[in-house]
């Protein structure tokens, strides 16, 4: 049974920064794209960042600059180093994976999410 289990969120000033992980576990025998989503409240879920398994990214416009997404292909692990965070960042992430695992189609999983606060 896969599970991505993020970790690192938490409450920052406006201005400092967090790193989020997010990593794959179970029989997993590939994973495509990897990314960040984030959930404001009364907001729809909506794409931060997300890399394919070559390593080329993309960004949304309000993090451009901003945040960086890696992964770690060894480690089934994905990465969200969120710097100069403001106010508006405020949100639950989530991470996203498009994966082939041990007797399952290829499909995409979620995780159960992150919170990020950051106070001005």
């Known amino acids: 049974q896969v599970q991505l289990v993020e970790s690192g969120g938490g409450l920052v000033q406006a201005g400092g920064s967090l790193r989020l992980s997010c990593a794959a576990s179970?029989?997993?025998?590939?994973?495509?794209?990897m990314a960040w989503y984030r959930q404001a409240p009364g907001k729809q879920r909506d794409l931060v960042a997300a890399?394919?398994?070559?390593?080329?990214?993309n960004y949304a416009d309000s993090v451009k600059g901003r945040f960086t997404i890696s992964r770690d292909n060894a480690k089934n692990t994905v990465y969200l180093q969120m710097n100069s965070l403001r106010p508006d960042d405020t949100a639950v992430y989530y991470c996203?994976?498009?994966?082939?695992?041990?007797?399952?189609?290829?499909?995409?999983?979620w995780g159960q999410g992150t919170q990020v606060t950051v106070s001005s």
């Open positions: 996203n994976a498009d994966l082939r695992a041990r007797f399952a189609p290829r499909q995409t999983y």
């Open positions: 179970g029989t997993i025998f590939s994973i495509n794209t």
């Open positions: 890399i394919t398994s070559g390593g080329s990214t």
